[in-house]
């Protein structure tokens, strides 16, 4: 192994944006050769993600993603509120997302994207879920969708979801339980 | 199956920034329910990674991320130049950052966090690699690892990259070589 090639300094920086999720921050920092350059980065408040198991099938959500302009099937998802604890957020948006609680086992946590963005998940395995549904936010149009787990498995192995965390999420967990 | 929530409409909207990598835009959109609502997207020109493969082992990049304020192992990624073939972009990408090339066949392409952003990820299964280095970015600091191929699907198995796109890239890869 080589040395590492170490951090880069922050010598400035500045608050571009500072929105209802994100915080855009452009930054200044010295490079390992002594040169200087500029760093865009993408504050976020971290989120979680769940594979919510019942009877051999997984809860997977429908809805509408602006940013892609497109529908998506996803794991269940949200970001933390300030100061929340990951496992409770992942019960509270098991709960909007699907009505739904369970035992939640958390998986491992990951970056989406480190190249421009702090953004991390909390991926959790849900289990014995039991009725208990949550009013889901107001802006909040989704469709619950039980999927027989064999099937979102083989569609996750042939990389067709278009959604990271969620092929993530169910090839993490189909290593687990077989 | 329940029917489609339906889109959500753009009314109006303007770019807050427009960086070196980044454009982040804020839109009002017209929700399925008749209500307005806020979107902040984070415009990405899209990027690819690849799975590189020699001799029993994986070629991992170790690199500073700014972003994240660590060190991280990941796959050879990066961004599409103004209107870069994806495949030409992992070709390029692994010659720059390993100064291998190799055959490329596209495994999927995935949306690392469509929730914020329409960034997409090309990935690539390179194979019969050999020596035919590109000069690197000025400002990319990367030491390049070569892992046992087992080694690092364990350690995706067990979720300890922090990267996701590395665990999802190398799980997807260890499903189709077995």
Known sequence: MEESNGKEERIKG???FKGRMLRLEQDVV???????ASREVVRHPGAVAIIALQDQHVLLVRQYRYAI???TWEIPAGKLDLNENPEAC???ELREETGYR????HICSFYTTPGF?????????ARDLVWDPLAPDDDEFIDVEKVLWDVAVLKA???EFNDAKTMLGILLVKGLIG
Chains 1, 2 share one sequence.
């Open 14 to 16: 500045e608050v571009l």
């Open 30 to 36: 010295r490079l390992p050769n002594g040169r200087e």
């Open 69 to 71: 302009a497109q529908e």
């Open 90 to 92: 992942a019960q509270r």
């Open 102 to 105: 369970g035992t939640m086992e």
């Open 117 to 125: 963005t702090d953004e991390v998940i909390h991926l959790y395995f």
């Open 157 to 159: 192995q042939r990389g």
